[in-house]
């Protein structure tokens, strides 16, 4: 006999990390392309933020759908996660949506406008600042565990519903309990690391001799210090206030999150020396991977849970023969998107100029 | 609002590639300059239709939390399904589609184009087996709160979704076509690129004759699967109250406008022909059609929503029949030139006018989905007031207010820019021969395109200041 339990967990912890990579893939390719927007809130004029624009075109519609796919796999896989998590974080992620939406509409607007290009452009990038914001609110208050019962939140409401759809528990908290100074904290944190990450990536994408490219150097340096803080910062806050964060971190494994540390450092270093001996895209690698390793450090350090202290990645998951169907269907997808995504981006690699703005298609 | 971007899209993904197909075949350089311009309106409804979609994939966990939970084991998995395998999909072409013009090779782009039309096709087949299934569900039991899978099969391809998809999918192409159709009618009328345009009106009509007529016998279908499936749904499109009429004998009286009264139990007023619902829904003189008074008040949906637009969508597909059949007899009598066209400026005027409807129809069919289910949300299974999120008033108000801002913003930006793109017209949209430069091995001192140094291959981009 098969042990579907064991088949089951397999199977849903698979999915969790699958769903850790297109958060992954969401946060380095599109955390670049948002940073870039951050940047181009402080640009020159409208034909600067034009050649930020150009410069993604190809590439930030697939960029930014890997945090639909991630969408997609929560729903596919842990359908109660998806159902609590927008109750919950309906605020901020609320707020990150408008952001992402309103740069998607300013990508098409903004290079047929003419009287309305300036607002468009500044959709763009106030939108590239409020969407990593509101991302990162929603990470810290994730992190913080949702409010559940049993039955339904609000009364009155409780009588007049069928008992049978009670037995999963549902949000119960307010609509600012996602609110704490952690949580903004993150949100900060966030716009520090995609500005970060823009800076790293137009330092790459843009002509040595380009007025953009002089001040994204300016500006990385000076992010990359920013960042610097806000890891330690983030570090320490979350180790103090998460028990079971300074659990797995002091507990028998402690060796190996010293030498995950110790990585991480040695990537940030890397990042730096390649960027101040102008090897760009090396030094956006190093910066990629610094991302990359701290996202499997919280990854990690959350396992078992998949919304830490509240649901499991087993309680979370759909019944054993959905997430066997959805395994069966889509796994074979991840290595097809990744490398179309990656076709694109080898397309659409070369430097560009202030010159060479978006202008239609 | 989702629904008035991603048909056209779905639709005119075929069309580009059709077009494709054509100036690759044959070489012919119109063919080229039809697809670049349809390629712009296609890319800002894409952009809208992102937006807007990214927007209801949302929605879904902040309106119907526990809904989403309760059917997270079939619905998220086709919503998982659909993501992966259409979304993203789509996402990677459309970039070498729309900007891989004379960075990729021919046959890349226009396998990119390819891709972008059968994964928008792939997409609205899973988006429509998912809104089926809350139609028809199928292959599911009621466990622990959760809709559990028992058959894949019969859950995916439910009864609704078999005459359903064929239907939107149609629907889709029709749009699209009518869309096509109707700009290059406006840029006849108005006498730019004339020759240019009708030389699209010649395919565009003929498949619109085959279009049309299949859309209305799918239509046929699918209303009566509804009529087997959601009696509820279908006498409530047809205002149809009373079962058997007060002598014993059956009423098969079809409504052409009917006031329902305030408690849903009775017409107040009603405009009637016999036999002609029997005769729509069970192809008999005298079938039974079953009536709302057959079924509880509670379950019972409002009509004056289902009624309505099911009959504005209806009246569509026929006059769009007419059109077609208008536009293919000029086509047989010799008049589908621009001179002759162009003294026949009412047949413009309604192809124009007819690339609207399809938007309204498709609308409509929707609202007589949507409301024609209710007071259900899965079908006989789960009721709306259990799958909504319980919400305080504040974050309702917060919600609605933003995303009506939203909408209204992209609505208004696409149809302003859509009329602008027109405007412009094809003037602009280089020659083929820039495109794809024969490689000199960088003696211009630029590589090849795509790599290191990209120099413009065509079009110089710049800042456009005079758009």
């Known amino acids: ?361 | 609002m989702h629904i008035l971007y991603t048909p056209l899209t779905i639709g005119m993904a075929w069309i580009l590639f059709a077009l494709e197909v054509a100036w690759l075949r044959t070489g012919n350089e119109r063919w080229y300059r039809l697809e670049r311009f349809f390629e712009k309106i296609f890319i800002i409804n894409f952009g809208a239709g992102v937006a807007t979609g990214v927007t209801m994939e949302m929605a879904f966990g902040i309106l119907y939390g526990p809904f989403s939970q309760a059917v997270g084991p079939f619905f998220g998995n086709i919503l998982g399904f659909e993501t992966i395998t259409a979304f993203m999909y789509e996402a990677g072409f459309i970039g070498l589609m729309i900007f891989g013009w004379g960075k990729i090779g021919k046959g890349m782009h226009l396998f990119s184009t390819f891709n972008v039309g059968l994964s928008s096709t792939l997409s609205a087949f899973w988006i429509l087996v998912a809104n089926s299934w809350m139609q028809t569900p199928d292959g599911i039991f009621l466990k622990h709160g959760l809709f559990e899978v028992k058959n894949w099969w019969s859950a995916i391809f439910n009864e609704n979704c078999i005459w359903g998809f064929p239907h939107m999918w149609v629907a889709t192409i029709e749009l699209a076509l009518f869309v096509t159709v109707g700009a290059s009618a406006w840029f006849i009328l108005k006498n730019r690129n004339a020759d240019l345009f009708t030389k699209i009106l010649r395919p565009a009509l003929l498949a619109l004759l085959i279009v049309t007529p299949a859309q209305i016998w799918l239509g046929d279908g699918l209303g009566r699967t509804v009529a087997q499936t959601q009696p509820t749904s279908l006498a409530a499109m047809e205002g149809h109250y009373r079962t058997y009429l007060p002598d014993g004998k059956v009423d098969t009286g079809w409504h052409i406008i009917a006031f329902p009264n305030a408690q849903n139990t009775g017409n107040v007023f009603a405009i009637t022909i016999p036999h002609v619902l029997s005769m729509l829904e069970t192809h008999t003189m005298n079938g039974v059609v079953p009536g709302m008074d057959q079924f509880p008040a509670k379950d019972r949906p409002d009509v004056w929503v289902p009624f309505y637009s099911f009959r504005i969508m209806v009246t569509i597909g026929f006059f769009l029949f007419f059109v077609a059949l208008w536009g293919n007899w000029l086509r047989l009598t010799g008049k589908l030139n621009a001179t002759d066209l162009r003294k026949r400026p009412w047949f413009l005027r309604t192809v124009v006018f007819s690339a609207f409807l399809p938007y309204l129809a498709v609308w409509c069919g929707w609202w007589t989905r949507e409301v024609g289910r209710q007071p259900w949300l899965v079908n006989g299974l789960m009721r709306t007031y259990q799958g909504v999120s319980h919400m305080t008033v504040g974050q309702e108000v917060f919600w609605w207010v933003g995303y009506i801002i939203f909408e209204l913003t992209v609505w208004s930006g696409s149809w302003y820019f859509f009329s602008r793109v027109i405007a412009k017209g094809t003037d602009g949209i280089p020659h083929s021969d820039t495109l794809f430069h024969q490689d000199t091995g960088g003696k211009d001192g630029g590589e090849k395109a795509g790599g290191g140094l990209v120099k413009p291959t065509f079009a110089k981009p710049t800042l456009d200041k005079n758009v």
């Open chain 1, 1 to 361: 006999m098969f042990d579907l339990a064991r088949i089951a967990t397999t199977l849903s912890t698979w999915w969790w990390l699958l769903l850790c990579l297109s958060f992954l893939f969401y946060i380095g390719l599109d955390g670049a392309d948002l940073g870039a927007g951050v940047f181009a809130l402080f640009a020159k004029d409208e034909q600067e933020r034009a050649a930020i624009m150009a410069s993604m075109a190809g590439v930030w519609d697939a960029n930014e759908t890997w945090l639909v796919v991630a969408g997609g796999v929560i729903f596919g896989a842990f359908p109660l996660v998806y159902g609590s998590t927008f109750n919950y974080l309906l605020i901020p992620l609320a707020f990150a949506l408008w952001g992402i939406i309103s740069r998607a509409i300013a990508f098409e607007f903004h290079g047929h406008a003419t009287r309305s290009k300036k607002s468009w452009g500044l959709a763009f990038a106030l939108g590239s600042l409020l969407a990593p914001f509101g991302a990162g609110v929603a990470l810290g208050a994730t992190l913080q565990g949702f409010p559940m019962q049993h039955g339904i939140a609000l009364e009155g409401v409780a009588a007049a519903h069928a008992s049978a759809f009670d037995a999963i528990p549902h949000f119960s908290g307010g609509p600012f309990s996602f609110l704490s100074p952690f949580s903004i904290w993150t949100g900060i944190g966030a716009v520090i690391a995609g500005g970060l990450a823009g800076g790293l990536y137009l330092c790459a994408r843009f002509d040595h001799e380009d007025p953009i490219y002089k001040r994204a150097v300016k500006w990385t340096n000076l992010f990359s210090l920013l960042a610097l803080g806000a890891i330690v910062i983030t570090l320490i806050w979350s180790y103090a206030i998460f028990p079971w964060v300074s659990a797995k971190w002091t507990g028998p494994y402690w060796w190996v999150w010293l030498i995950w540390i110790l990585f991480i450092l040695f990537f940030a270093y890397k990042s730096m020396m390649a960027h101040s001996s102008r090897q760009d895209f090396a030094a956006l690698l190093w910066g990629e991977g610094v991302v990359a390793l701290m996202w499997f450090a919280m990854w990690a350090t959350m396992f078992p849970y998949i919304v830490p202290e509240t649901w499991t990645i087993a309680q979370a998951a759909n019944p054993t023969d959905s997430i066997a169907v959805f395994t069966l269907f889509m796994t074979g997808f991840f290595p097809i998107m990744i490398g179309y995504n990656a076709y694109q981006i080898w397309v659409f690699r070369g430097r560009t100029t202030k010159m060479a703005a978006y202008s239609g298609h």
